[in-house]
T-cell receptor
Framework: GQNIDQPTEMTATEGAIVQINCTYQ??????LFWYQQHAGEAPTFLSY??LDGLEEKGRFSSFLSRSKGYSYLLLKELQMKDSASYLCAVKDSNYQLIWGAGTKLIIKP | GAVVSQHPSWVICKSGTSVKIECRSLDFQATTMFWYRQFPKQSLMLMATSNEGSKATYEQGVEKDKFLINHASLTLSTLTVTSAHPEDSSFYIC?????????????FGPGTRLTVT
């Protein structure tokens, strides 16, 4: 079966750095996405990785290792507004998005 | 990025009635639209995939006669929850991908919160 694993919840301090990991086992691979979702709102796109390596976009970076079936989202200089759920999703061989359950990130002052 | 709208943003209805949710892609043609449901503190669950001009493909466990999907044009898809019950109360989100974007991100609507009393 297809499976995406990410931690249920993480806590970090304002101004710090946090890394959210995601491991996947899917039938085929056509890219990995990270989305941010605030409570009661729809997800918003953060990043897309299809090749191995690090993609940096401002305070957020995303890393992919296809051979390991592994990705992480790195958030720097954490702000209170970064408190949200972070969803990892993989497109399989049918271009279907397979979603992880999301990681709830709690930022403390 | 693309803009996707949903209407209504929230709705309260009585048990046994039907509710229609509209999803529109405002600035591109969406041959494919996805309908998701999300219960509190849970991740997105894909309900069905709708393709313009053809019947929707439903995920296992989703009743196609209860959740009617119509994708009549490249900019509009509708989800009708028929004979709604309290357990249908959830956050319904539509998503599209552009004609040219097989590998591109999906664009999400703002969601519709349905409460069935």
């Amino acid at each position: 079966g297809q499976n995406i694993d990410q931690p249920t919840e993480m806590t970090a301090t304002e101004g710090a750095i946090v890394q959210i990991n995601c491991t996947y086992q899917t039938s085929g691979f056509n890219g990995l996405f990270w989305y941010q979702q605030h409570a009661g709102e729809a997800p918003t796109f953060l990043s897309y990785n299809v090749l191995d390596g690090l993609e940096e976009k401002g305070r957020f970076s995303s890393f992919l290792s296809r051979s390991k079936g592994y990705s992480y989202l790195l958030l720097k200089e954490l702000q209170m507004k970064d408190s949200a759920s972070y969803l990892c999703a993989v497109k399989d061989s049918n271009y279907q998005l397979i979603w992880g359950a999301g990681t709830k990130l709690i930022i403390k002052p | 990025g693309a803009v996707v709208s949903q209407h209504p943003s929230w709705v309260i209805c009585k048990s046994g009635t039907s509710v229609k949710i509209e999803c529109r892609s405002l600035d591109f043609q969406a041959t494919t639209m996805f309908w998701y449901r999300q219960f509190p503190k849970q991740s997105l669950m894909l309900m069905a995939t709708s393709n313009e001009g053809s019947k929707a493909t439903y995920e296992q466990g989703v009743e196609k006669d209860k959740f009617l999907i119509n994708h009549a044009s490249l900019t509009l898809s509708t989800l009708t929850v028929t004979s709604a019950h309290p357990e249908d109360s959830s956050f319904y989100i539509c998503s599209t991908r552009s004609v040219a974007g097989e590998a591109y991100e999906q664009y999400f609507g703002p969601g519709t919160r349905l409460t069935v009393t």
